[in-house]
């Protein structure tokens, strides 16, 4: 496993401008543009998409970075970035429309008597329907746990946060989901 | 079965294709090269200074030759490509300064810049006085506008 440089060694880098803040960007985009990849891929569904999504993420993490302030940890305010232009992207886009999609992101496991008469497209739809509606610090620690399958250890790292805190989260973004899905499918 | 078992119980997650570091590589340096393109003036751009360079170059020569040389040196530069043109012009491009343009014009083809003197062209009017809209009746002024097309309803064309 690749080992990043820290996110404070990052910043550091990247304030001294020139050079060493395209060394610095290329440290971020390496260490953070596969989970912001992914992140956008799972709504875009389209690897093209995606592309110009996360290029738009890039570009402004890029012309802000400077004015980054520390306030959140790095990783939440670029999936605040990329969570705005993913959003951003639905409302303008047709995706569904002549484009070839991913299959969907989840699968049903029988057994469960309500996901039984669903399909995986739309129970992946109504999980990504249920992400956005989530508090940002929530739909991150979701992402980063659910679907990257990180540790909570890691995840810490990653957002500044106790691995306490972070269960709370992980599990309140879990309720929330699952409440959002079985109202929206009983209906 | 049970109905309020979790709902992530009965779910598994695929895994999001994801291309290789390669990608993220190539994707932070066009991001990087896009961050460095800047807006630049029209009067800064090279390709604007070498076009123009160019046109007063071309220029400069053939006004230092006869017609039939002209004739010849048009057939040439035809046969020589935009890209060569500004890849000479990019070469030599400390070579084109104001300085040495003026002395590659010859006086004699240079048109005289003739002035109006009121003593030989007593038609033309001068102004000794300085104007003032004091003296001009509103009328005349309402009928300078008319002429002139000024819309009255338009602030872009009033500039008094």
């Known amino acids: 496993m690749v080992k990043h440089p820290e996110d404070e060694e990052i910043l550091a880098l990247f304030n001294q401008g020139g050079k060493h803040a395209n060394t610095a960007f290329n440290q971020l985009v390496a260490k953070f543009g596969p989970i912001l990849y992914r992140q956008i891929r799972s709504v875009t569904k389209n690897h093209e998409h995606t592309n110009d999504v996360l290029q738009n993420v890039l570009i402004k993490v890029f012309q802000n970075l400077l004015g980054f302030k520390g306030d959140s940890a790095l990783y939440t305010w670029m999936y605040r970035i990329a969570r705005n232009e993913s959003l951003n992207f639905l409302e303008k886009e047709n995706r569904r429309s002549g484009v070839d999609i991913d299959p969907p992101m989840l699968e049903i496991l029988a057994g469960h008597h309500v996901l039984d008469s669903t399909t ?10 249920a992400v956005q509606t989530l508090p940002e610090k929530q739909a991150a620690v979701f992402q ?20 306490g805190a972070l269960k709370a989260n992980f ?17 | 079965m049970e109905t309020n078992k979790n709902i992530f119980d009965h779910l598994k997650t695929n895994e999001i294709e994801t291309p290789d570091a390669g990608y993220f590589d190539q994707l932070a340096k066009e991001v990087i090269a896009s961050q460095k393109t800047k807006v630049i003036p029209l009067y800064k751009k090279p390709l604007a200074w070498i ?16 017609d039939a040389e002209e004739q010849d040196v048009l057939l040439a530069l035809n046969e020589i490509s935009t890209e060569e043109v500004y890849l000479y012009i990019e070469d030599h491009i400390e070579d084109f300064d104001t300085d040495l343009i003026s002395e590659m014009i010859d006086e004699e083809n240079i048109d005289p810049i003739v002035f109006i003197d009121q003593e030989l062209n007593p038609e033309v009017e001068t102004f000794d ?12 002024i309402l009928e300078y506008l008319q002429n002139e097309a ?8 009033l500039y008094i």
């Open chain 1, 144 to 163: 980063l746990k659910y679907f990257e399958e990180l540790k909570y250890s890691e995840i810490s790292k990653k957002l500044n946060t106790s691995e």
């Open chain 2, 150 to 157: 000024v819309d009255l309803d338009d602030d872009d064309e």
């Open chain 1, 171 to 187: 599990h309140h973004a879990k309720q929330k989901i699952e409440k959002f899905i079985l109202n929206k499918l009983n209906h």
């Open chain 2, 129 to 140: 006085e300085t104007l003032s809209f004091e003296d001009i009746e509103t009328e005349d």
């Open chain 1, 120 to 129: 995986s497209e739309m129970i992946s739809d109504l999980l990504e329907q």
């Open chain 2, 51 to 66: 076009v123009s360079a160019a046109a007063v170059f071309a220029a400069v020569f053939l006004l230092n030759l006869g």
